[in-house]
């Protein structure tokens, strides 16, 4: 398996403008997390799903974010509109069942202007 | 969640071992004891975890106090590509991670 797929990589984005973040997990795994990185807060825990489903979303900052998991291979992490200190790196991670190893994307590196 | 405490930052020379501490003095009787290291640019990895006993695998050792109240992280040889922050974790049931500051170690030639 290639491991959990994020894309794009980088993204550059002006103020206001709409934000879309996707991931792909790791084939067979049925737990899928968002998480947000700062120097300022570290890693956060953004949401989860547990086969498709949200499990708890408390971590998400705000109405402007929302995630969304339509099928087992494939979820969305949306900023709408964006902001500049929405500029974060943006990780997300797949796991067999949660207590097991997490196994992460390589992140998608997201600066709003 | 029951939290960790772990020193900001370390420095080891390379080819020695190193010893990573971690304390959890309010740890629950069902929480695992994980440990994930990110290196520069890249996301967090999993490196091992236990319970009770102490555990070895190919990347680490982890050291479990008999009180369970603390634990240590030791690899074996540390390399120029082990440079990176390392992660104490508390986890239990169904809980997701969630990550600390961690600590970052330094391998110097």
């Known amino acids: 398996d290639a491991g959990v797929i994020q894309s794009p990589r980088h993204e550059v984005t002006e103020m206001g403008q709409e934000v879309t973040l996707r991931c792909k997990p790791i084939s067979g795994h049925d737990y899928l997390f968002w998480y947000r990185q700062t120097m300022m807060r570290g890693l956060e825990l953004l949401i989860y799903f547990n086969n498709n489903v949200p499990i708890d979303d408390s971590g998400m900052p705000e109405d402007r974010f929302s995630a969304k998991m339509p099928n087992a291979s494939f979820s969305t992490l949306k900023i709408q509109p964006s902001e500049p200190r929405d500029s974060a790196v943006y990780f997300c991670?797949?796991?067999?069942?949660?207590?097991?190893?997490?196994?992460f994307g390589q992140g998608t590196r997201l600066t709003v202007v | 969640d029951a939290k960790t405490t772990q020193p900001n930052s370390m420095e080891s020379n390379e080819e020695e071992p190193v010893h990573l501490p971690c304390n959890h003095s309010t740890i629950s009787g069902t929480d695992y004891i994980h440990w994930y290291r990110q290196l520069p640019s890249q996301g967090p990895e999993y490196v091992i975890h236990g319970l009770t006993s102490n555990v070895n695998n190919r990347m680490a050792s982890l050291a479990i106090a008999e009180d369970r109240k603390s634990s240590t992280l030791i690899l074996h040889r540390a390399t120029l590509r082990d440079a990176a922050v390392y992660y104490c974790i508390l986890k239990s049931g169904n809980t997701p991670l969630v990550f600390g500051k961690g600590t970052r170690l330094s391998v110097i030639a």
């Open positions: 991670a797949s796991s067999q069942i949660s207590g097991t190893e997490a196994f």
